[in-house]
Protein backbone atom coordinates (compact mmCIF):
# COMPACT_ATOMS: atom_id res chain seq x y z
CA UNK A 1 0.00 0.00 0.00
CA UNK A 2 1.55 3.68 -1.16
CA UNK A 3 2.06 6.28 1.32
CA UNK A 4 -1.28 8.50 0.19
CA UNK A 5 -3.26 5.13 0.46
CA UNK A 6 -2.50 4.56 3.70
CA UNK A 7 -2.88 8.25 4.48
CA UNK A 8 -6.44 8.08 3.26
CA UNK A 9 -7.58 4.93 5.27
CA UNK A 10 -6.43 7.12 8.64
CA UNK A 11 -7.93 9.71 7.57
CA UNK A 12 -11.21 7.85 6.85
CA UNK A 13 -10.81 6.20 9.99
CA UNK A 14 -10.60 9.45 11.74
CA UNK A 15 -13.45 11.16 9.86
CA UNK A 16 -15.85 7.82 10.30
CA UNK A 17 -19.68 9.18 12.06
CA UNK A 18 -18.83 6.41 14.91
CA UNK A 19 -15.90 7.94 15.93
CA UNK A 20 -17.34 11.82 16.11
CA UNK A 21 -16.19 14.14 18.86
CA UNK A 22 -19.07 15.03 21.34
CA UNK A 23 -18.87 18.74 22.19
CA UNK A 24 -19.68 17.53 25.98
CA UNK A 25 -19.20 21.48 27.29
CA UNK A 26 -22.36 22.26 26.35
CA UNK A 27 -24.94 20.72 28.74
CA UNK A 28 -27.56 19.79 25.65
CA UNK A 29 -25.15 17.70 24.30
CA UNK A 30 -24.86 15.77 27.69
CA UNK A 31 -28.74 15.72 27.66
CA UNK A 32 -28.66 13.93 24.08
CA UNK A 33 -25.66 11.81 24.97
CA UNK A 34 -27.41 10.48 28.17
CA UNK A 35 -30.09 9.39 26.32
CA UNK A 36 -28.33 8.28 23.18
CA UNK A 37 -26.29 5.85 26.11
CA UNK A 38 -29.93 4.86 27.24
CA UNK A 39 -30.60 6.78 30.19
CA UNK A 40 -33.01 9.22 30.92
CA UNK A 41 -31.87 12.79 30.97
CA UNK A 42 -33.53 16.31 31.89
CA UNK A 43 -31.58 19.46 32.07
CA UNK A 44 -32.64 22.02 35.24
CA UNK A 45 -31.04 25.29 36.26
CA UNK A 46 -30.28 25.38 39.99
CA UNK A 47 -30.80 27.92 42.64
CA UNK A 48 -27.84 29.66 41.58
CA UNK A 49 -29.01 29.66 37.43
CA UNK A 50 -26.37 27.06 36.97
CA UNK A 51 -27.16 24.17 34.66
CA UNK A 52 -27.67 20.77 35.39
CA UNK A 53 -28.58 17.31 34.11
CA UNK A 54 -31.14 14.88 36.30
CA UNK A 55 -30.64 11.63 35.47
CA UNK A 56 -30.67 7.72 37.28
CA UNK A 57 -29.15 4.39 37.69
CA UNK A 58 -29.65 1.55 39.44
CA UNK A 59 -32.92 3.13 40.61
CA UNK A 60 -31.43 5.75 41.84
CA UNK A 61 -31.40 9.27 40.80
CA UNK A 62 -28.25 11.02 39.89
CA UNK A 63 -27.32 14.43 38.57
CA UNK A 64 -24.69 15.98 36.04
CA UNK A 65 -23.42 18.98 37.29
CA UNK A 66 -21.18 21.59 35.27
CA UNK A 67 -17.84 23.39 36.46
CA UNK A 68 -15.93 26.63 34.36
CA UNK A 69 -18.93 27.48 32.77
CA UNK A 70 -19.54 30.70 30.65
CA UNK A 71 -23.16 31.01 31.44
CA UNK A 72 -25.28 28.06 30.74
CA UNK A 73 -22.35 27.07 28.14
CA UNK A 74 -18.91 26.51 27.43
CA UNK A 75 -18.40 24.68 30.21
CA UNK A 76 -14.93 22.76 30.97
CA UNK A 77 -15.64 20.25 33.20
CA UNK A 78 -18.57 18.05 34.96
CA UNK A 79 -19.44 15.90 37.50
CA UNK A 80 -21.49 12.47 38.21
CA UNK A 81 -23.05 12.87 41.58
CA UNK A 82 -25.55 11.61 43.68
CA UNK A 83 -26.40 11.62 47.83
CA UNK A 84 -26.90 9.25 50.60
CA UNK A 85 -29.06 10.76 53.37
CA UNK A 86 -26.82 11.24 56.56
CA UNK A 87 -26.73 8.28 58.52
CA UNK A 88 -24.07 7.46 61.59
CA UNK A 89 -22.08 5.00 59.27
CA UNK A 90 -20.88 8.04 57.25
CA UNK A 91 -17.56 9.14 59.04
CA UNK A 92 -13.97 9.71 57.56
CA UNK A 93 -12.95 6.21 58.53
CA UNK A 94 -15.48 5.11 56.00
CA UNK A 95 -14.63 7.63 53.35
CA UNK A 96 -11.29 7.07 53.66
CA UNK A 97 -12.03 2.99 53.39
CA UNK A 98 -13.77 3.49 50.23
CA UNK A 99 -11.47 6.06 48.55
CA UNK A 100 -7.99 4.08 49.53
CA UNK A 101 -9.61 1.30 47.08
CA UNK A 102 -11.12 3.02 44.32
CA UNK A 103 -9.40 5.49 42.81
CA UNK A 104 -12.01 7.20 40.04
CA UNK A 105 -15.60 7.18 41.99
CA UNK A 106 -15.29 9.21 44.84
CA UNK A 107 -17.07 9.75 48.10
CA UNK A 108 -17.30 12.53 50.68
CA UNK A 109 -19.46 13.26 53.66
CA UNK A 110 -20.85 16.97 53.77
CA UNK A 111 -21.11 19.07 57.05
CA UNK A 112 -24.70 18.01 57.43
CA UNK A 113 -23.28 14.42 57.25
CA UNK A 114 -24.85 13.69 53.71
CA UNK A 115 -22.69 11.13 51.49
CA UNK A 116 -21.88 12.26 48.33
CA UNK A 117 -20.46 9.86 45.74
CA UNK A 118 -18.81 11.66 42.47
CA UNK A 119 -17.07 11.39 39.26
CA UNK A 120 -15.27 14.17 37.36
CA UNK A 121 -14.60 14.60 33.85
CA UNK A 122 -13.09 17.16 31.72
CA UNK A 123 -15.28 18.30 28.46
CA UNK A 124 -12.37 19.86 26.89
CA UNK A 125 -11.31 17.82 23.49
CA UNK A 126 -14.56 15.66 23.45
CA UNK A 127 -15.44 12.38 23.60
CA UNK A 128 -16.99 9.97 21.33
CA UNK A 129 -20.14 8.37 22.11
CA UNK A 130 -18.99 4.98 22.74
CA UNK A 131 -16.24 6.79 25.26
CA UNK A 132 -19.20 9.05 27.18
CA UNK A 133 -21.10 6.14 27.34
CA UNK A 134 -17.89 4.19 29.11
CA UNK A 135 -17.81 6.59 31.27
CA UNK A 136 -21.48 6.61 32.28
CA UNK A 137 -21.96 2.38 32.50
CA UNK A 138 -18.88 2.85 35.09
CA UNK A 139 -20.27 5.25 36.79
CA UNK A 140 -23.14 3.16 37.16
CA UNK A 141 -21.47 -0.04 37.71
CA UNK A 142 -19.08 1.64 40.83
CA UNK A 143 -22.77 3.36 42.05
CA UNK A 144 -24.06 -0.47 42.49
CA UNK A 145 -20.33 -1.44 44.44
CA UNK A 146 -20.96 1.86 46.72
CA UNK A 147 -24.56 0.19 47.17
CA UNK A 148 -23.31 -2.99 48.24
CA UNK A 149 -19.78 -1.57 50.17
CA UNK A 150 -22.86 0.69 52.59
CA UNK A 151 -24.98 -2.44 52.79
CA UNK A 152 -22.09 -4.62 53.76
CA UNK A 153 -21.24 -1.67 56.27
CA UNK A 154 -24.69 -1.39 57.76
CA UNK A 155 -24.99 -5.38 57.70
CA UNK A 156 -22.15 -5.54 60.15
CA UNK A 157 -23.30 -2.31 62.18
CA UNK A 158 -26.59 -3.80 62.60
CA UNK A 159 -27.87 -0.56 61.12
CA UNK A 160 -30.70 0.32 58.55
CA UNK A 161 -30.27 2.30 55.85
CA UNK A 162 -31.96 5.89 55.61
CA UNK A 163 -35.08 6.85 54.47
Known amino acids: MSMIGMMMG ?21 VTALQAAGYKAEMKIN ?8 SA ?16 KDCKSFQLTS ?7 YTP ?10 RFLKIA ?11 DATAVG ?10 VEWYSAMDGQLAQFLSTKRDAAGAKPAK
Open 10 to 30: VAAAIAAPDAALLDLRQPGNV
Open 47 to 54: KDGEPYVL
Open 57 to 72: TNGESFSVEFYGCDGL
Open 83 to 89: WYKKEPL
Open 93 to 102: ALTNEWNARN
Open 109 to 119: VDSDGDLREFL
Open 126 to 135: GMTQAQFTDL
